[in-house]
């Protein structure tokens, strides 16, 4: 952990958050194991550092754009968790009724432009979004997560370039979590950071360790204030790691055997833990207590989102376009 | 009224809108300082100043998608694409991001976007740039497509188009930049859906939209000379589609012609001639007839290129083969 010492409070709310995206995730595998959700479900395991530090850095009136791997992400910036368990379901009460599912929660009210089911999309969107703030002359800040696999996406660079060239009020963050479904991020890819393509681009290029919520903290907040202060955007990469499968069900044959192992030692939860615990010994009882109440979150969800009802077949029809579905949509 | 131009239309639409509300923007390649490549936006960056009108670097991908996000925070970018022929370049942000926000999000997100993509053959500027890509958007759930035909259709359209609240794909013909029409004053309207009939006949409706339904009117006025008296029904819109003013035509005449400049294999007179197949049946005296481009790419030659796309005389043949004469 860092130098600077954050307050007893700050690194109890980190854990809070940390714990709701870990037994969000690992609930949402159970449930997929079982038959109980459709589709795919791409969790986060191992890397709620990011999404937690990232997200606390923010205001509650900055943008985030989310990945396919996105749960943490809206977790992380207020949404709430019975009613993306209810998306996951592909339940009504869903945030996005039962149409978009796991890979595209999304809640503009909160600020979450959507997760995103192409690689790479939600990083122009982002830039967008920064743009709207320049144009309109208010002083929110977007926060594009993606993956590795989307820094070699032609958008990536696009993006980066206008935003530069803007100053637009935008942080791009790069969860290196090492692999693009199958393939490890050093046999595509010939520099050892991805941060340093930010060089090209003559903004900042900024590497942390993204299993450590305060670096990552420390470095989205200097980057948001940069972007407030109109001197343009960061680029941060988050070295993580990702301890599941692409997807659930992904018998992972492309990781070495040994990988693992050392990145589980020093699990963002496991870390944060042993720094809460450094500072207050005492505080063992009060994590335990967040657990539990987090466990109970997580099973309200489960039985929120079990007794929603599906949507009703005309809603199927619904939402094409703002006005004149029925001509345009109706078989 | 007065007599402007196709192109005229499109600036005054831009400008009146850009002066009508604040939230409408003009991002693209060459619209600030050069005006556009079809002069479109001369003035506007001394007008409306750096923020309303946006040079972009030539990335497209990115900034349609910019574009989206922009949208998505209550902004109203009118975007252009210099030549339809890049849009398959951004057609992630077109197609699985613009089209589908709104439905993905459970109708939480609106994206008010308008992509103007100038389209069309006929310049001599070879396959890469005389493309006409309707039948694309057509395809897509979740976007609207517009294609008029004249200044007046125009400009009534492009405006109804940036004040919608769905992306709005905007086909504009190259060959009608310079066409003339009049345009009614102050501040005109067309809603987006309803076709206007451009010529009104009995004997057989020849449907058309974009430059072809000029084309379509110099068939008409020869076949008239033979005693046929054609419809000619401007689609205007094609997604949404008026049907009722299409159908309420075929149950008239009896007998359609669907004529579009677009290859003619997957083209969006396919569609049409089988909803007509579908609903229209028993209306129908002769087969649907389609006359549209050839399965080709467009040629450089101008020997080659004026060949591809149809001619009045390719609508009349085929009007007079649906009548039997």
């Given at each position: 952990m860092k130098t600077k010492r954050p307050s007893r409070e700050t690194l109890l709310r980190f854990y809070r958050e940390m714990q709701r995206i870990r037994q969000f995730d690992l609930k949402a595998a159970e449930l997929f194991t079982q038959g109980r959700m459709a589709g795919n479900i791409h969790t986060c395991v191992g890397q709620e550092a990011t999404a937690v530090g990232a997200c606390q850095a923010l205001e509650p009136t900055d943008f985030i754009t989310a990945t396919h791997r996105g749960h943490g992400h809206c977790l992380a910036k207020g949404g709430q968790a019975a009613v993306m368990m209810a998306e996951l379901f592909g339940k009504a009460t869903g945030y996005c009724k039962g149409k978009g599912g796991s890979m595209h929660i999304a809640d503009l009210g909160l600020g979450i432009l959507g997760a995103n089911g192409i690689v790479g999309a939600g990083i122009p969107i982002a830039a967008g979004s920064a743009l709207a703030s320049k144009i309109k002359g208010s002083r929110e800040v977007t926060l594009a997560f993606f993956g590795d696999g989307a820094s070699n996406e032609g958008v990536f660079h696009e993006a980066l370039n206008m935003a530069s060239a803007w100053r637009l009020p935008v942080i791009f963050l790069c969860e290196n979590n090492k692999y693009g479904v199958s393939v490890c991020i050093d046999r595509v890819t010939n520099i050892a950071d991805i941060a340093d393509r930010a060089t090209a681009y003559d903004i900042p290029g900024i590497v942390v360790d993204g299993n450590d919520v305060l670096a990552v903290f420390e470095a989205v907040s200097a980057a948001a204030a940069r972007a407030r202060a109109g001197e343009g955007p960061t680029l941060i990469e988050a070295k993580t790691y990702r301890h599941r499968g692409h997807y659930e069900g992904d018998p992972q044959i492309y990781k070495p055997a040994d990988e693992a192992a050392g990145w589980k030692e020093r699990d963002p939860i496991a870390l944060l833990r042993a720094a809460v615990l450094a500072l207050d010994p005492g505080a063992a009882a009060e994590l335990e207590e967040i657990e539990t109440s987090v466990r109970r979150e997580i099973e309200d969800a489960v039985a929120f989102a079990t007794e929603s009802p599906y949507p009703e077949p005309g809603e199927v029809v619904r939402d094409v376009y703002a006005a004149d579905n029925e001509r345009s949509v109706v078989r | 009224m007065k007599t402007i131009t196709y192109g005229q239309a499109i600036s005054e639409a831009l400008r009146e809108e850009l002066l009508r509300d604040q939230n409408v923007f003009i991002l693209g390649e060459d619209m600030a300082v050069m005006g556009s490549v079809f002069g479109l936006t001369k003035g506007f960056l001394e007008e409306f100043g750096a923020n309303r009108v946006i040079d972009t670097p030539i990335s497209e991908a990115g900034f349609t998608a910019m574009a989206v996000g922009a949208a998505l925070r209550g902004l109203r970018p009118v975007v252009e694409i210099m030549y339809v022929d890049f849009t398959p370049v951004c057609f992630d942000a077109i197609a699985n991001q613009a089209a589908k926000m709104r439905y993905m999000t459970g109708g939480?997100?609106?994206?008010?976007?308008?992509?103007?993509?100038?389209?069309?053959?006929?310049?001599?500027?070879?396959?890469?740039?005389?493309?006409?890509?309707?039948?694309?958007?057509?395809?897509?759930?979740?976007?609207?497509?517009?294609?008029?035909?004249?200044?007046?259709?125009?400009?009534?359209?492009?405006?109804?188009?940036?004040?919608?609240?769905?992306?709005?794909?905007?086909?504009?013909?190259?060959?009608?930049?310079?066409?003339?029409?009049?345009?009614?004053?102050?501040?005109?309207?067309?809603?987006?859906?309803?076709?206007?009939?451009?010529?009104?006949?009995?004997?057989?409706?020849?449907?058309?939209?974009?430059?072809?339904?000029?084309?379509?009117?110099?068939?008409?006025?020869?076949?008239?000379?033979?005693?046929?008296?054609?419809?000619?029904?401007?689609?205007?819109?094609?997604?949404?589609?008026?049907?009722?003013?299409?159908?309420?035509?075929?149950?008239?005449?009896?007998?359609?012609?669907?004529?579009?400049?677009?290859?003619?294999?997957?083209?969006?007179?396919?569609?049409?001639?089988?909803?007509?197949?579908?609903?229209?049946?028993?209306?129908?005296?002769?087969?649907?007839?389609?006359?549209?481009?050839?399965?080709?790419?467009?040629?450089?030659?101008?020997?080659?290129?004026?060949?591809?796309?149809?001619?009045?005389?390719?609508?009349?043949?085929?009007?007079?083969?649906?009548?039997?004469?």
């Open positions: - | 939480q997100a609106s994206v008010p976007l308008v992509l103007r993509c100038p389209g069309g053959a006929g310049r001599r500027n070879a396959g890469q740039h005389s493309q006409s890509l309707e039948a694309l958007f057509t395809h897509i759930p979740g976007l609207k497509v517009i294609a008029p035909s004249t200044p007046a259709d125009m400009k009534g359209l492009l405006k109804t188009a940036i004040r919608d609240d769905d992306p709005v794909v905007c086909i504009e013909h190259k060959l009608l930049y310079a066409t003339k029409g009049e345009v009614p004053d102050g501040d005109h309207l067309v809603p987006l859906g309803k076709a206007d009939i451009k010529r009104p006949g009995r004997d057989i409706t020849i449907v058309a939209w974009s430059r072809q339904v000029h084309s379509a009117l110099e068939a008409a006025q020869t076949l008239a000379g033979e005693g046929i008296d054609a419809e000619v029904l401007d689609l205007r819109s094609l997604v949404p589609l008026d049907w009722e003013t299409l159908a309420a035509s075929i149950r008239k005449t009896h007998r359609a012609v669907i004529v579009h400049e677009a290859v003619k294999r997957g083209g969006y007179g396919g569609e049409l001639a089988a909803q007509i197949g579908e609903d229209l049946f028993d209306s129908l005296d002769a087969p649907v007839k389609r006359v549209a481009g050839l399965n080709v790419v467009a040629p450089f030659s101008p020997a080659l290129e004026d060949f591809i796309y149809p001619n009045p005389g390719d609508i009349a043949a085929a009007v007079r083969q649906t009548l039997g004469r």
